[in-house]
């Protein structure tokens, strides 16, 4: 006797047993000079994308519900752009990172330094730490 599963809207969103999943697309978003290195290695980049055509891009992964680890610079970050915040928002299958230019120092931006720079003051976050194996 075969189980089936009673709850037919469940089995409609899971695979068929033995099909593949769908891979998860890897793209890149942002200046070309970083573009040409993230296509060496097998993503698909989008040099120099216009706020419109990274909104385009991150409603139709939204509607296809595509998984996807999607990497953007620092300028693609801070774009005003609608769908871009609400997969940051919501999470679930498209993961966003964001690097920083080839040409600036590094610098730690994310949402977490942010927070702990208000609380203790980013001055504090920079400086190294003294440790008894860094004398």
Known sequence: MSETDPNPSQADSQAAPGAQAPPTRMLFLGDDSLAEGFGAIGFETHPNPAPSDVDRLFR????????????????????????????RREGGHIVVVAVPPLSAPPRLGSEVVERLARMFGGANLLQPTATKDST
Request: no cysteine; hydrophobic share 55%.
């Open 60 to 87: 139709e992964l939204l509607a296809a519900r595509e998984k996807a680890f999607v990497i953007v610079d620092d300028e693609v970050m801070r774009m005003d752009v609608e769908h871009l915040k609400r997969v």
